[in-house]
Antibody, heavy 121, light 110 residues
Framework: EVQLLQSGGGLVQPGGSLRLSCAASGFTFISYAMSWVRQAPGKGLEWVSGISGNGGSTYYADSVKGRFTISRDNSKNTLFLHMNSLRAEDTAIYYC??????????????WGQGTTVTVSS | QSALTQPASVSGSPGQSITISCAGTSSDVGGYNYVSWYQHHPGKAPKLMIYDVSKRPSGVSNRFSGSKSGNTASLTISGLQAEDEADYYCSSFTSSTTYVFGTGTKVTVL
């Protein structure tokens, strides 16, 4: 079964850091690009970042550029989102997602269960 | 990158058809055939319903169909069912090499 299992998240103070993880199983991880998407309370979905299968290309939304870093460890089938200089507006449910075959930024056909990040003092 | 524009809400009776619009620009929706639609029930992970404008993933009901004209994409749900009540989001690849979602539409089955 194709599955993404997320971990990390929690409560962090403004200006703090956090790392989210997303463990993949059931598919050839290195063959697929991956993305992170978030949903702030009462708001819609927002694309955050994407990474190619080999990790050589990364992409970011303007709202997180320079503060967040996406990475992957293909030997451990795991995707990461390193979040620095966190702000209250980064409070959201964060989802990792698998991109359909053949594109780096595109449709997401498998999603993690989501993990909550709360930025508050 | 601004969010794509969707109506806040659409409603219909069981068995009816409804259409959700998704307005973008020539830099996203109009410029690429990479429009997708997601169904999102609160508290659950989003589900891909349509990709590449009009393609359905395996397992998605053929009651869901997608199309595009110019800078506007559309999702049509035919034979509306109670289980279709959810939030729906369109999305697109953009010329800035980013990805953008729509503002979201709440579908209510009357």
């Amino acid at each position: 079964e194709v599955q993404l299992l997320q971990s990390g998240g929690g409560l962090v103070q403004p200006g703090g850091s956090l790392r989210l993880s997303c463990a993949a199983s059931g598919f050839t991880f290195i063959s697929y690009a991956m993305s992170w998407v978030r949903q702030a309370p009462g708001k819609g979905l927002e694309w955050v970042s994407g990474i190619s299968g080999n990790g050589g290309s990364t992409y970011y939304a303007d709202s997180v550029k320079g503060r967040f870093t996406i990475s992957r460890d293909n030997s451990k089938n795991t995707l990461f989102l390193h979040m620095n200089s966190l702000r209250a507006e980064d409070t959201a449910i964060y989802y990792c997602a698998k991109i359909i075959f053949g594109v780096v930024l595109g449709s997401m056909d498998v999603w993690g269960q989501g993990t909550t990040v709360t930025v508050s003092s | 990158q601004s969010a794509l524009t969707q109506p806040a809400s659409v409603s219909g009776s069981p068995g009816q058809s409804i259409t959700i619009s998704c307005a973008g620009t020539s830099s996203d929706v109009g410029g690429y055939n990479y429009v997708s639609w997601y169904q999102h029930h609160p508290g659950k992970a989003p589900k891909l319903m349509i990709y590449d404008v009009s393609k359905r993933p395996s397992g998605v009901s053929n009651r869901f169909s997608g199309s595009k004209s110019g800078n506007t994409a559309s999702l049509t749900i035919s034979g509306l069912q109670a289980e279709d009540e959810a939030d729906y989001y369109c999305s697109s690849f953009t010329s800035s090499t980013t990805y953008v979602f729509g503002t979201g539409t709440k579908v209510t089955v009357l």
